[in-house]
């Protein structure tokens, strides 16, 4: 399975910030807000992934990723001239996707929780249909929602409903199988003039090929388009670290702990940042040889 992290987009909404860099690039506590989404797709075993950014903002992403080796990765990069909507991904990414089953991650969400790791390892077991995940939220109505019955299974699909059929929110976390691309090719714009997810989801629950995961009560899920929302997952992100003094998000200890790269390759990379915080983290896990993914 490949992946592909969006993020395009104007980031209006973190003006003025994003006159100067992408919102994407934005720390979030002690990292940028991109190695979020890439920690969820290396936790899930994937290691081929497009960055799909704006013209202006392509470089900053390869200079932070490069080719994605220093963590054991194949990393690509692809422009969206528009923001189009999420379906515009599988059509900017389909020569990259090249029939293969995909993960499609928003660049500004963060997910937490124990036990998300098998999650996302069976989710890249996907090998038909689609896979989206539900979360509770307490507000359904400013979310892509999803219904199901009692066996999970997906009744209805709403954008932003003025009365939600339930409370459980779409995150920006979905899995698809090698056909999105064709059918995210076959879609028409909305009232909005952007390619909508819940049509392109709508596609394969009309076809009885689309499965909800329910992540409950000991997952987080944060979105980080607002300032609001870049302080409540600085916040939670700093009150973990400092609590376990194990970091969220840590690129180069997923490849460590994966196999992806070796304890020498951290410990090279720590030498070259030693006297920061980071640094000083990766000189720490790469002497530890206890399990923590």
Known sequence: MRGIILAGGS????????????????????????????????????????????????????KILGDGSRVGLKCFYKIQKEPNGLPDAFIVGKEFISGEDVALILGDNV?????????????????????IFGYYVNNPKEFGVVEFDKNTKVLSLEEKPSNPKSNYAIPGLYFFDEKVADLAMTLKPSLRGELEIIDLLKEYLKN??????????????????????????????????????????????????????????????????????????????????????
């Open 11 to 62: 980031g209006s909404r973190l003006y003025p910030i994003t006159q100067a860099i992408s919102k994407h690039l934005i720390p979030i506590y002690d990292k940028p807000m991109i190695y979020y989404p890439l920690s969820v797709l290396m936790l899930a075993g994937i290691r081929e992934i497009l960055i799909i950014s704006t013209p202006e903002h392509i470089n900053q992403y390869k």
């Open 111 to 131: 997910f937490y929780g124990q036990g998300f790791t098998p999650v996302l390892r069976e989710a890249s077991l996907l090998k038909e249909g689609a896979l």
């Open 208 to 293: 009885d090929k689309l499965r909800v995961q329910i992540l409950g009560r000991g997952f987080v899920w944060l979105d980080t388009g607002t300032y609001d929302g870049l302080l409540e997952a600085s916040n939670f992100v700093g009150t973990i670290q400092k609590r376990q003094g194990l970091y969220i998000a840590c690129i180069e200890e997923i490849a460590y702990m994966k196999g992806y790269i070796t304890r020498k390759d951290v410990q090279n990379i720590a030498g070259t940042i030693s006297n920061t915080a980071y640094g000083n983290y990766l000189e720490k896990i790469s002497s530890d040889d206890s399990e923590r993914i």
